[in-house]
């Protein structure tokens, strides 16, 4: 798993709510909890595109971004 450069994670969007991004491992996961969409990282490229996208269960997205929410 390669760490995205924080710069470049900050101008990145969700394609679909617009809502901001947090990596996780190898995926990006959307902050929208409408959506609770995630997008896979291929080889340090973001694949962004919404028929690519997984939904996620409200459980794991709430654990997800409640991880990154610790974070420094």
């Known amino acids: 798993?390669?760490?995205?450069?924080?710069?470049?994670?900050?101008?990145?969007?969700?394609?679909?709510?617009?809502?901001?991004?947090?990596?996780?491992?190898?995926?990006l996961v959307s902050t929208d909890a409408e959506t609770r969409r995630r997008y896979r990282i291929d080889d340090g490229i973001p694949v962004l595109?919404?028929?690519?996208?997984?939904?996620?269960?409200?459980?794991?997205?709430?654990k997800v971004v409640a991880g990154a929410a610790r974070q420094p």
């Open 1 to 27: 798993m390669a760490q995205l450069d924080p710069d470049f994670l900050a101008i990145l969007r969700c394609p679909l709510s617009l809502a901001t991004l947090i990596q996780d491992g190898d995926w």
């Open 49 to 62: 595109l919404i028929e690519e996208a997984e939904e996620m269960a409200v459980d794991d997205w709430k």
